[in-house]
């Protein structure tokens, strides 16, 4: 014949909850109150055991506590299961005279305490309310976690579109000169080889592939008859070519946060070590690294390949030459490191 304890409403399914209490009638009460519930019950006599316990069983959602035990009293052990298992919700049990330590557990994160004796429906109904709030939290915790991996997810998109529109940009513009088709891509190529001798890896290294590919996107907003000028450029043509970098720059600006390093490459892949380079007049070690390895790779891709106002030079030459201005012009460091990655520049693919 069921008794009446079956009668009650099933909230909990089949969750785990611990019943922790130094007096084994009391907690057998407590347990058969709880299954009533629709719990399966663990049961502990003291805070310490009830800690190994949830060792062996995990984390449950729920634990009713008495406040009064030997070894680690409730306050102790709520201290303990808060910091190890943040998750659960504790309901503290006290009597009468406890209620000032009742209320220093709501503060230490007791989701709840009842006062002894305890009636079933009093417990059924303070259970219901600390299981309905964890839900909110967990639910809470759930769709702002998720959430900003959506915003996460979809500012990479964006970001991702905008590369892919600058990049299809970089090609179009080279695409419409013979004598610098292909010279991003080249450039990006000797600069990933040179870094990755140097000891770049990473998001290092694909910081230097993309900046190697963009360095010259700011061409875009200098005249064709500058850009191919077949002999040497006037001051103000000089002027007009030296703003890619800067203008560069501000069209990969919402790079920014994402890849500085990329824009730092935009910016000073011009700079010489001696300071007489463009647009900041860095010296030496002022020069991002990334700008001073992409300016090697772009000397020697600008030798290799025919310009309109000059012929191409043989790799070899190119690489003396890199050489010969190492410490002036081009970093030392990296400009050795370019040659040790490329230890047969006949072989190399000059122009695309
Ligand atoms: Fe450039």
């Given at each position: 014949?069921p008794?009446?304890l079956?009668?009650?409403?099933?909230?909990a399914?089949?969750?785990?909850?611990?019943?922790?209490?130094?007096?084994?009638?009391?907690?057998?009460?407590?347990?058969?109150?709880?299954q009533?519930?629709?719990?399966?019950?663990f049961?502990a006599?003291?805070?310490?055991?009830?800690?190994?316990?949830?060792?062996r069983?995990?984390?449950?959602p729920?634990i009713?506590?008495?406040?009064?035990?030997?070894?680690?009293?409730?306050?102790?052990?709520?201290?303990?299961v808060?910091?190890r298992?943040?998750?659960?919700?504790?309901?503290?049990?006290?009597?009468?005279?406890?209620?000032?330590t009742?209320?220093?557990?709501?503060?230490?994160?007791?989701?709840?305490?009842?006062?002894?004796?305890?009636?079933?429906?009093e417990?059924?109904?303070?259970?219901?309310?600390?299981?309905?709030?964890?839900?909110?939290?967990?639910?809470?915790r759930?769709y702002?976690?998720?959430?900003?991996?959506?915003?996460?997810?979809?500012?990479?998109?964006?970001?991702?579109?905008?590369?892919?529109?600058?990049?299809?940009?970089?090609?179009?513009?080279?695409?419409k000169?013979?004598?610098t088709?292909?010279?991003?891509?080249?450039?990006?190529?000797?600069?990933?080889?040179?870094?990755?001798r140097?000891?770049?890896?990473?998001?290092?290294?694909?910081?230097?592939?993309?900046?190697?590919e963009?360095?010259?996107?700011?061409?875009?907003?200098?005249?064709e008859?500058?850009?191919?000028?077949?002999?040497?450029?006037?001051?103000?043509?000089?002027?007009?070519?030296?703003?890619?970098?800067l203008?560069?720059?501000?069209?990969?600006?919402?790079?920014?946060?994402?890849?500085?390093?990329?824009?730092?490459?935009?910016?000073s892949?011009?700079?010489?070590?001696?300071?007489?380079?463009?647009?900041?007049?860095?010296r030496?070690?002022?020069?991002?690294?990334?700008?001073?390895?992409?300016?090697?790779?772009?000397?020697?891709?600008?030798?290799?390949?025919?310009?309109?106002?000059?012929?191409?030079?043989?790799?070899?030459q190119?690489?003396?030459?890199?050489r010969?201005?190492?410490?002036?012009?081009?970093?030392?460091?990296a400009?050795?490191?370019?040659?040790?990655?490329?230890?047969?520049?006949?072989?190399?693919?000059?122009?695309?």
């Amino acid at each position: 014949m069921p008794s009446a304890l079956d009668a009650q409403p099933v909230v909990a399914g089949s969750a785990n909850c611990l019943v922790v209490d130094d007096e084994p009638g009391v907690r057998r009460s407590l347990a058969r109150m709880l299954q009533a519930q629709g719990f399966q019950c663990f049961e502990a006599g003291t805070g310490l055991e009830a800690l190994d316990l949830l060792e062996r069983i995990g984390e449950t959602p729920l634990i009713v506590s008495d406040m009064r035990m030997p070894e680690l009293d409730g306050i102790g052990f709520l201290e303990a299961v808060r910091r190890r298992y943040p998750d659960t919700s504790v309901i503290m049990l006290t009597g009468l005279s406890d209620t000032t330590t009742a209320v220093d557990c709501l503060h230490l994160g007791a989701a709840d305490f009842l006062l002894k004796p305890i009636s079933m429906n009093e417990l059924q109904a303070r259970v219901t309310r600390a299981l309905e709030k964890r839900t909110l939290v967990l639910q809470n915790r759930y769709y702002q976690e998720n959430l900003e991996r959506r915003v996460h997810e979809q500012s990479q998109r964006i970001q991702e579109l905008f590369l892919q529109g600058v990049q299809m940009l970089a090609r179009a513009l080279e695409a419409k000169d013979a004598y610098t088709r292909g010279h991003s891509i080249r450039v990006s190529r000797y600069a990933v080889a040179t870094a990755r001798r140097m000891g770049f890896q990473g998001a290092l290294l694909d910081g230097i592939r993309l900046g190697g590919e963009l360095h010259d996107i700011g061409k875009i907003g200098t005249r064709e008859s500058v850009l191919h000028k077949p002999g040497s450029l006037t001051a103000e043509e000089f002027r007009q070519i030296s703003e890619h970098p800067l203008l560069g720059e501000r069209m990969l600006s919402p790079l920014a946060r994402e890849s500085p390093d990329v824009l730092r490459i935009v910016r000073s892949h011009h700079e010489r070590l001696d300071g007489r380079g463009f647009p900041d007049g860095l010296r030496g070690d002022m020069i991002p690294i990334e700008a001073r390895i992409v300016a090697v790779a772009d000397a020697f891709d600008a030798m290799t390949t025919r310009r309109p106002y000059r012929d191409s030079r043989p790799p070899d030459q190119a690489m003396e030459e890199l050489r010969r201005v190492a410490g002036t012009q081009l970093d030392p460091e990296a400009v050795e490191a370019f040659v040790a990655a490329h230890p047969h520049p006949e072989r190399l693919p000059l122009s695309a």
